[in-house]
């Protein structure tokens, strides 16, 4: 089981940019497949981004453009960067964790879960 911790997040103005983080607690980072997951009250849990063991990343078309997600191996860290914040991005994001090698935007995938962070655009 690997702990994960986002951090992060905050409030930020229509067009916008922020960096999430995840720290994973394991000795085995590399062989982890990631994924960034949000929710907010009104909407279900979407995926919005996910990347592989070897770095292949597959987008949300909501997200397609203006979000990349990345990973430090060494770090043991987990990234999302959002630029063009939309209100719409508004929302808890999560970061997630399963050991196999698959990029995947479904939940139902991911074996490990953070807290979360909050992000909040305004206008």
């Known amino acids: 089981q690997v702990q994960l911790a986002e951090s992060g997040g905050g409030s930020v103005q229509v067009g916008g940019s922020l960096r999430l983080s995840c720290a994973a607690s394991t000795m085995t980072f590399s062989l982890y497949s990631l994924g960034w997951f949000r929710q907010s009250p009104e909407k279900p849990r979407e995926g919005v981004a996910a990347i592989d063991r070897d770095g292949y990343a597959v987008y949300a078309a909501s997200v397609q453009g203006r979000f990349t997600i990345s990973r430090d191996n060494g770090a043991n860290t987990l990234y999302l960067q959002m630029n063009e914040l939309k209100a719409d991005d508004t929302a808890m994001y999560y970061c997630?964790?399963?050991?196999?090698?698959?990029?995947?935007?479904?939940?139902?995938?991911?074996?490990?879960w953070g807290q979360g962070t909050q992000v909040t655009v305004s206008s």
């Open positions: 997630a964790a399963v050991n196999r090698d698959q990029a995947a935007l479904s939940h139902r995938m991911y074996s490990d």
